[in-house]
T-cell receptor, first 112, second 117 residues
Framework: GEDVEQSLFLSVREGDSSVINCTYTDSSSTYLYWYKQEPGAGLQLLTYIFSNMDMKQDQRLTVLLNKKDKHLSLRIADTQTGDSAIYFCAESSNTGGFKTIFGAGTRLFVKA | GAVVSQHPSRVICKSGTSVKIECRSLDFQATTMFWYRQFPKQSLMLMATSNEGSKATYEQGVEKDKFLINHASLTLSTLTVTSAHPEDSSFYIC?????????????FGPGTRLTVL
């Protein structure tokens, strides 16, 4: 079945860039997402990218997609302490309805 | 942005009792709602997809008689954990899908932490 994998933990210094990586297995994935979960809060959609795109930039966020390798990354420029959260990679496909498969989440810890 | 609420946020119950969790979309109508279960340091596991007015679609391995889902209106879905046992203790999250396209985002509730003693 479909699977999404990501590393569980990342620690960076304030002001540095953070890069969170994700791999997925479903070759029919059409939409790939990055969600953010802060303590005690629900998941918040940060950004998404269509599978026919290589890159998407939105302010401090840059998403890179390597469809051949089924690899997705999220780069956060000038990381701030407020960026500390769990970041989930997720995918859905046109063949799966709106069913979304999530990775385990990467906990980002930003050191001041 | 759109808001999804869950009630209760925390619940502690005795083994063998049933617990109902509500998921409401507060300012939009949700054609589809999803129920997830999240274990510590693990991904969200999709339990079921519910569409208003029809039976929920359960994922493989999820017991439909144990996790009863009712999607009575476009703004409310409920998950009832029947005859709960300690292994059902988890964080349950719902999400609501507002539109007919993948790019219409899912909005997530804050989650309900269930502890079964």
């Amino acid at each position: 079945g479909e699977d999404v994998e990501q590393s569980l933990f990342l620690s960076v210094r304030e002001g540095d860039s953070s890069v969170i990586n994700c791999t997925y297995t479903d070759s029919s994935s059409t939409y790939l997402y990055w969600y953010k979960q802060e303590p005690g809060a629900g998941l918040q959609l940060l950004t998404y990218i269509f599978s026919n795109m290589d890159m998407k930039q939105d302010q401090r966020l840059t998403v890179l997609l390597n469809k051949k390798d089924k690899h997705l990354s999220l780069r956060i420029a000038d990381t701030q302490t407020g960026d500390s959260a769990i970041y989930f990679c997720a995918e859905s496909s046109n063949t799966g309805g709106f069913k979304t498969i999530f990775g385990a989440g990467t906990r980002l810890f930003v050191k001041a | 942005g759109a808001v999804v609420s869950q009630h209760p946020s925390r619940v502690i119950c005795k083994s063998g009792t049933s617990v109902k969790i509500e998921c409401r979309s507060l300012d939009f109508q949700a054609t589809t709602m999803f129920w997830y279960r999240q274990f510590p340091k693990q991904s969200l596991m999709l339990m079921a997809t519910s569409n208003e007015g029809s039976k929920a679609t359960y994922e493989q391995g999820v017991e439909k008689d144990k996790f009863l889902i009712n999607h009575a209106s476009l703004t409310l879905s409920t998950l009832t954990v029947t005859s709960a046992h300690p292994e059902d203790s988890s964080f349950y999250i719902c999400s609501a899908h507002a539109g007919g396209d993948h790019t219409d985002t899912q909005y997530f509730g804050p989650g309900t932490r269930l502890t079964v003693l």
